[in-house]
């Protein structure tokens, strides 16, 4: 079993004897949207690997990072996605000069002046 099976399969709750727990792997489909109940049964008897289709999925439902899934890290967290907010900004500071509306130019303004003085 590869890495990225076995750190999947650690979300879905056990019993002290290593079992999985009455249910646990239908509760960890649904939440997932899959709706065939069996499948991650397939995973674990490896005749099928489409769990590699559901990483970035997984990810955000159980607020783990994909690389953490894929074996690259040994740290479960996911990265702060801080760079998405400066990329917002810049993209406001950049189109604001260019808008016809004055109003909304300066509301824009207004919210990217806001937003760097929370960061």
Sequence with gaps: MDITLERI????????????????????SDKLGITDSSLV?????GTN???????????????????????????????AKESGNTDILQLL???APLMSNKDLAE?????????ENKQ
């Design 49 to 79: 690997t489409s769990y590699k289709n559901y990483l970035y999925q997984i990810a955000d439902v159980y607020n783990v990072s994909v690389e953490w899934l894929k074996g690259e890290t040994d740290d479960p967290a996911p990265k």
């Design 41 to 45: 049964s397939h995973w674990i008897d």
């Design 9 to 28: 399969l650690s979300l879905i709750p056990k019993k002290p004897d290593g079992k999985f727990v009455h249910g646990a792997k239908k509760k960890f």
């Design 93 to 95: 500071k950049d189109a």
């Design 107 to 115: 509301a824009i303004r207004l919210l990217v002046e806001s937003m």
